[in-house]
C-alpha cells in the first residue's frame, strides 16, 4: 500500500471523477469480493494509516474472516448483520442490510446493500466454522484500489438541500449557545464524497469552522427518510471539540480526535466538492421544506 500512497496523493485532484449511482452494492454480499474491496477503500480514506499499510505490504494475501449472525429481531424485521475482520490489520468491521417497518411512521426502511455501521479493533479471534476465510491476492487488492483511486460520489442538488435544511437547526442551536447567530452572507461548504458501503456524509463549514455528520440506517437519497426525519446530525466546533484522545473527555460524544478531523477534513478538502452558498432566511427554508416534501 506504500506505492498506492504516493499514487493516490499524487492525482487526488482528480478525486471529483463520479461513481456509478448503483455500484451493484445491493447484489453484494459481506464476502464478495468486490464488496470486502469497497470495505477497504472506505478504510483507507476514514481509518487506515502508515502502521496498517506496514502490517501487509509485500504480503503475498489479504485474509478477511466473514460471519452473518443472526440475532433476534422484532417479526418483520428481515435486516441482515456481517462482520468482517482483516487479522493483519486488527480491523472489524460490523455491517448491516436494513429491512424492517416503522409502524408509527408507516415507513419502511430498506437500505440498497450492506452498509458499514461499526469500525474498531479485533475484539475476538475468528474461526470456522461459524467464519468463512476469503483470501485475496495483495496485487489484486491494490490493483482494484488503484483502478478506483478517482472514484467518487457526490450528492445531487435536492440531496444537498436536504442536508443543509437537516442541519440547519443543529447549527443555530450550537452557534446560539455561544451568543452567536449563522451569517447572512455567502458561505463556503466542502461536501464528502459518499461511500457505497456506508449511510454516512460529511459537510466541512470553513467560515465557522464546523463539521457536520450525517447518518443513517436508510441510503441518504431515499426520500422516506427525509420526509420522517430518520437521520442524525451532529454538529463540531472544531476549534473547540477536538482532542488528541477520547480518553481526554471520556464518556462524551461531543469531541472528535485530532485525527478524525484531519481525515474528515482531507475529504471534505481534498477529495470533496466546494459550493458556495447564502444562508436562507426562515421563509425561504419553509417554502424549501414544503416544495422537497410534496
Given at each position: 500500500?506504500?506505492?498506492?500512497?504516493?499514487?493516490?496523493?499524487?492525482?487526488?485532484?482528480?478525486?471529483?471523477?463520479?461513481?456509478?449511482?448503483?455500484?451493484?452494492?445491493?447484489?453484494?454480499?459481506?464476502?464478495?469480493?468486490?464488496?470486502?474491496?469497497?470495505?477497504?477503500?472506505?478504510?483507507?480514506?476514514?481509518?487506515?494509516?502508515?502502521?496498517?499499510?506496514?502490517?501487509?505490504?509485500?504480503?503475498?494475501?489479504?485474509?478477511?474472516?466473514?460471519?452473518?449472525?443472526?440475532?433476534?429481531?422484532?417479526?418483520?424485521?428481515?435486516?441482515?448483520?456481517?462482520?468482517?475482520?482483516?487479522?493483519?490489520?486488527?480491523?472489524?468491521?460490523?455491517?448491516?442490510?436494513?429491512?424492517?417497518?416503522?409502524?408509527?411512521?408507516?415507513?419502511?426502511?430498506?437500505?440498497?446493500?450492506?452498509?458499514?455501521?461499526?469500525?474498531?479493533?479485533?475484539?475476538?479471534?475468528?474461526?470456522?466454522?461459524?467464519?468463512?476465510?476469503?483470501?485475496?491476492?495483495?496485487e489484486e487488492m491494490t490493483t482494484y484500489l488503484f483502478a478506483n483511486r478517482k472514484?467518487?460520489?457526490?450528492?445531487?442538488?435536492?440531496?444537498?438541500?436536504?442536508?443543509?435544511?437537516?442541519?440547519?437547526?443543529?447549527?443555530?442551536?450550537?452557534?446560539?449557545?455561544?451568543?452567536?447567530?449563522?451569517?447572512?452572507?455567502?458561505?463556503?461548504?466542502?461536501?464528502?464524497?459518499?461511500?457505497?458501503?456506508?449511510?454516512?456524509?460529511?459537510?466541512?463549514?470553513?467560515?465557522?469552522?464546523?463539521?457536520?455528520?450525517?447518518?443513517?440506517?436508510?441510503?441518504?437519497?431515499?426520500?422516506?427518510?427525509?420526509?420522517?426525519?430518520?437521520?442524525?446530525?451532529?454538529?463540531?466546533?472544531?476549534?473547540?471539540?477536538?482532542?488528541?484522545?477520547?480518553?481526554?473527555?471520556?464518556?462524551?460524544?461531543?469531541?472528535?480526535?485530532?485525527?478524525?478531523?484531519?481525515?474528515?477534513?482531507?475529504?471534505?478538502?481534498?477529495?470533496?466538492?466546494?459550493?458556495?452558498?447564502?444562508?436562507?432566511?426562515?421563509?425561504?427554508?419553509?417554502?424549501?421544506?414544503?416544495?422537497?416534501?410534496?
Amino acid at each position: 500500500m506504500k506505492h498506492l500512497t504516493l499514487t493516490i496523493l499524487s492525482v487526488i485532484f482528480l478525486a471529483t471523477a463520479c461513481m456509478p449511482a448503483n455500484s451493484q452494492a445491493g447484489d453484494a454480499t459481506p464476502t464478495d469480493k468486490p464488496f470486502l474491496f469497497e470495505v477497504v477503500r472506505h478504510m483507507y480514506r476514514w481509518y487506515l494509516d502508515e502502521k496498517h499499510a506496514a502490517a501487509v505490504v509485500n504480503k503475498d494475501e489479504i485474509v478477511f474472516w466473514v460471519s452473518e449472525p443472526k440475532p433476534v429481531l422484532d417479526k418483520d424485521d428481515k435486516s441482515r448483520f456481517g462482520k468482517i475482520v482483516i487479522p493483519q490489520l486488527n480491523i472489524e468491521v460490523a455491517v448491516k442490510k436494513a429491512d424492517y417497518h416503522i409502524p408509527e411512521l408507516d415507513v419502511t426502511v430498506k437500505s440498497d446493500g450492506y452498509k458499514i455501521t461499526r469500525t474498531g479493533t479485533v475484539q475476538s479471534k475468528p474461526s470456522a466454522p461459524e467464519w468463512k476465510k476469503v483470501t485475496a491476492s495483495y496485487e489484486e487488492m491494490t490493483t482494484y484500489l488503484f483502478a478506483n483511486r478517482k472514484l467518487a460520489s457526490f450528492p445531487d442538488e435536492q440531496l444537498v438541500l436536504r442536508m443543509r435544511l437537516a442541519a440547519h437547526n443543529a447549527v443555530v442551536a450550537d452557534l446560539e449557545a455561544k451568543g452567536l447567530t449563522l451569517p447572512k452572507t455567502e458561505q463556503t461548504l466542502h461536501l464528502s464524497p459518499i461511500s457505497p458501503v456506508a449511510n454516512e456524509a460529511w459537510i466541512f463549514w470553513e467560515e465557522g469552522k464546523y463539521l457536520v455528520h450525517f447518518s443513517s440506517d436508510m441510503d441518504l437519497t431515499n426520500e422516506g427518510l427525509w420526509k420522517h426525519n430518520e437521520l442524525a446530525v451532529k454538529v463540531y466546533d472544531i476549534a473547540e471539540k477536538t482532542v488528541v484522545t477520547l480518553d481526554e473527555v471520556a464518556g462524551s460524544n461531543a469531541y472528535m480526535t485530532r485525527d478524525e478531523v484531519g481525515r474528515a477534513l482531507f475529504n471534505c478538502l481534498i477529495q470533496g466538492r466546494r459550493l458556495k452558498i447564502t444562508p436562507m432566511d426562515d421563509k425561504q427554508r419553509d417554502d424549501q421544506r414544503k416544495k422537497i416534501n410534496k
